[in-house]
Structures are given as C-alpha cells and as structure tokens.
T-cell receptor
Framework: DAGVTQSPTHLIKTRGQQVTLRCSPKSGHDTVSWYQQALGQGPQFIFQYYEEEERQRGNFPDRFSGHQFPNYSSELNVNALLLGDSALYLC?????????????FGPGTRLTVT | GDSVTQMEGPVTLSEEAFLTINCTYTATGYPSLFWYVQYPGEGLQLLLKATKADDKGSNKGFEATYRKETTSFHLEKGSVQVSDSAVYFCALIRGAQKLVFGQGTRLTINP
C-alpha cells in the first residue's frame, strides 16, 4: 500500500522565481492538503483540494496556488519566491468519507530560496 | 480561531525516565485531537489520536487522554528510549478541515 509521495525531495531556487511541488496521495485517498513548515515551527495550513477544487484556504497570499488532477494527485505552485518561502512543504492526504479527520503526511519537499 | 499550545522545549531526559508533554487547545465544538511525531529529516507520522471526550489514544507505549473539562491532551510514556528522540506535535481538527498544530516540542533522550 503506497503512502503519500512528494517530489522533489529538495529544491533550491532564487528570489523571484517560480516553483512547482508535486504530491501523490495515499492509495484510495481523494483529498489533499498542503502545509508549510518553517524551521523550528509547527506546520501551517496552506489549502485543501477535493474533487479538483480548492475547498479551504489558510492565510497565505495568492502567490500560492494549487491544482488537483483527476487521479487525485496535486501540485503546489509558488510564484515570485521570497526568502521567507524557504521551508519544508508537506502534503497530506485523507479520505472524504469514513475517518475524514485522519491525514497522512508525505516526507515533504525542502525548498530553499536564495 | 482554533489554537494549540504545547509546553516549550527542548526536553532532555535519561533513558527509562517518565515523559509528559503538555498540550492544551482552544476550539469551538468538538475537535479531534492528535499527536504527531517528526524524526530528523522526515515528514510527520501520526502517533495517536482521540476523537471524543475521555477517549484515550495509545501507540508504541505513548498515551494521551482527551480531557474536555481542562481542554488538554497531554502526551505520556512510562519509560522512554533513545529511539523516542524526535519532535512531537499536538494538533486538532474539526470535521474534514485543516489540522491546527502546536509549535512542537523537541525531545532528546540520553542513554
């Protein structure tokens, strides 16, 4: 049973550039959430996708956008990168029915902005 | 809004010591409560959960009881091991919404 996978593992970008991070949910899961974890902090909710639509959004600017595909995989896009966007980006998947509250996390993508 | 407060770390203990990491929450309604663990260089792993008042979650020797009267979900283990060294996060969720995390507590166990 494949768990949540994310790519790439690490990424280094320059200020002003754009980045795309990818996530494949756990087998059978249909909902994907993205979190940003700054160094030494707890994860902060960015947004959640279900049925290819953004269902809920945290307090992040419009530079952060996402997409969910018909196979439930998801992308996180960040435009006009700032130094403060350096963080571990975590993807979590869950199932809309059943134990909806239980989210399974991937290993994360470490983004460094220089 | 919803929030979670954890005891500040870092926490350093000797092997076989008793562990308590305090967690309190603020939320409307009846959230589900979780403890996640993060090992160095890795993502988050669900350690245990409780979905209603007085539920006790347990896993790998760790326990936590959902106390609605004190809005708490303290993590305990009777005898810690070096392999328990990690960062522990308390979190809550309402419905299928976002997880709200505490700031994390770094635990180091010395042999």
């Amino acid at each position: 049973d494949a768990g949540v996978t994310q790519s790439p593992t690490h990424l280094i970008k320059t200020r002003g550039q754009q980045v795309t991070l990818r996530c494949s949910p756990k087998s059978g899961h249909d909902t994907v959430s993205w979190y940003q974890q700054a160094l030494g902090q707890g994860p902060q909710f960015i947004f959640q996708y279900y049925e290819e639509e953004e269902r809920q959004r945290g307090n992040f600017p419009d530079r952060f956008s996402g997409h969910q595909f018909p196979n439930y995989s998801s992308e996180l896009n960040v435009n006009a990168l700032l130094l403060g966007d350096s963080a571990l980006y975590l993807c979590a998947s869950s199932l809309e029915t059943g134990q909806r509250y239980e989210q399974y996390f991937g290993p994360g993508t470490r983004l460094t902005v220089t | 809004g919803d929030s979670v407060t954890q005891m500040e770390g870092p926490v350093t203990l000797s092997e076989e010591a008793f562990l308590t990491i305090n967690c309190t929450y603020t939320a409307t309604g009846y959230p589900s409560l979780f403890w996640y663990v993060q090992y160095p260089g890795e993502g988050l792993q669900l350690l245990l959960k409780a979905t209603k008042a007085d539920d006790k979650g347990s896993n790998k020797g760790f326990e936590a009881t959902y106390r609605k009267e004190t809005t708490s979900f303290h993590l305990e283990k009777g005898s810690v091991q070096v392999s328990d060294s990690a960062v522990y996060f308390c979190a809550l969720i309402r419905g299928a919404q976002k997880l709200v995390f505490g700031q994390g507590t770094r635990l180091t166990i010395n042999p």
